[in-house]
């Protein structure tokens, strides 16, 4: 439930004063008062009364996308309209491979019930690191002030709302929707499937909910051996091995930032999930636990100095002037500190930042080696269109000319 750049599962819901106003009167409306069928849906949208079109939200669904998996998409008409100008709907695959999970891709993993977890991915061969795992596009997308659960009196027009979003889908891709976990038995099962499954991701610069029910099969470890991220231009979710996974282990992604202390990630996930992580660091021994805890909290603050020390705001990296005879020190340690706590996935940023110091520098070879393995790396955690992946090729395509080149000299 965080949405950081790479740890975007579910979030914690705002409310706008609409929904208390809104919501007893959306059935009596939707019966008589469908618009106009706008493309590229292929069901006419569904929408809210009496509102103007900022603040009117409604069910848009196509069933053809993705070569007929379908998406169904509840959110205000201006941001659907965005989403429908996306390659997604512009230059639409004809890819009908991730209907299942049993598609003839012959995927790396197999779905089976894990102790205490529910169902869970197994890997069924080596996967290799840096091999794709899995790739499927969302089937919904749910603006955020819908899924609210906070006003309870409320909660059966949501769940009303949700269940005609979802039964728009075709038949498989809601039979997958409907397969997903819920947190706890409920009145709302719906809503409970997507307060246990979705990723956080704005469009229209609002909060939404995505939900990829393959991808939401993964359970969560602290230091999981897998990380996806989200083409926002394709709507694809693509999960790959953030290191070497052996045939009969579990494959896992983490739901929350992994740079915190035991004691935050689990409270994090109790608060957003309901369940006590036991993934293997948060079960350790109180003595490993407390030289890992040491070694998060010095990754970040390490990572707080250095981003001054390279900072693009001359007044900042002014004021961090004095760190300038250490950082190169401090880069090292801070990336072996994140090798030693088996942070696979987000080390990215620590290369890209170590990358970047060097460069402040003017140490072409070691900024280019950091900013190799921030690319190498970058791909899969951030995927390809990533600003800061961006950046990180412009050092390397051209070291001498980033903006980054002997700031601190
Ligand atoms: C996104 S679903 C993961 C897939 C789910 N296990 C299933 O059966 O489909 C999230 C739910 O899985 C369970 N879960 C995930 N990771 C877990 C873990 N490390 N320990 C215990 N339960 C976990 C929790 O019930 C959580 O609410």
């Given at each position: 439930m965080v949405r950081s750049r790479s740890y975007k599962i579910i979030g914690v819901f705002p409310v706008g004063p609409w929904v208390t106003s809104l919501f007893p009167s959306l059935f009596r409306y939707q019966l008589s008062c469908k618009s106009n069928k706008i493309d590229p849906w292929t069901i006419a949208p569904t929408c809210l009364p009496d509102t103007t079109d900022e603040e009117r939200f409604c069910v848009f669904t196509s069933e053809s996308f993705w070569g007929g998996r379908g998406i169904t998409i509840l959110t205000k008409p201006s941001i659907a309209r965005e989403i429908s100008q996306l390659p997604a709907f512009t230059t639409p695959t004809n890819n009908t491979s991730s209907l299942s999970e049993n598609d003839p891709r012959d995927p790396p993993f197999y779905v089976a019930a894990i102790p205490g977890r529910g169902m869970g991915l197994i890997a069924n061969r080596t996967i290799e690191r840096g091999d794709l795992i899995k790739a499927h596009a969302g089937v919904a997308i749910f603006h955020n002030d819908c899924v609210d659960k906070s006003f309870d009196d409320y909660l059966p027009h949501k769940e009303s709302l949700m269940k005609l979003s979802v039964n728009q889908l075709p038949p498989i891709t809601r039979d997958l929707f409907l397969a997903m976990a819920a947190h706890n038995e409920s009145e709302e099962p719906y809503i409970e499937k997507i307060y246990t499954n979705t990723f956080g991701e704005d469009f229209g610069e609002e909060e939404h909910s995505l939900v990829v029910p393959e991808t939401a099969r993964m359970n969560h470890d602290c230091r999981p051996n897998a990380m996806y991220y989200f083409d926002r231009r394709t709507l694809v979710h693509y999960t790959h091995a953030s290191r070497r996974i052996y045939a009969g282990e579990e494959i896992t992604i983490t739901?929350?930032?992994?740079?915190?202390t035991r004691l935050r990630r689990r409270a994090a996930i109790k608060r957003s999930w309901g369940f006590d992580c036991s993934c293997s660091l948060c079960s350790a021994e109180n003595h490993f636990i407390r030289e890992s805890n040491r070694r998060v909290t010095e990754i970040v603050r390490i990572t707080k100095i250095l981003n001054e020390v390279v900072s693009q705001n001359e007044t900042a990296r002014e004021a961090a002037r004095k760190h300038v005879p250490a950082a190169a020190e401090m880069a090292d340690l801070m990336i072996s500190l994140y090798e030693q706590e088996k942070l696979h996935a987000s080390i990215a940023d620590g290369y890209r930042l170590a990358a970047l110091v060097y460069s402040s520098i003017g140490n072409e070879w070691r900024a280019v080696k950091w900013a190799m393995l921030a690319s190498d790396i970058g791909l899969i955690h951030d995927g390809p269109e990533d600003e800061d992946l961006l950046d990180v090729r412009r050092l390397l395509l051209a070291p001498r000319q980033h903006w980054s080149w002997a700031v601190n000299v």
């Open positions: 739901y929350i930032d992994p740079l915190q």
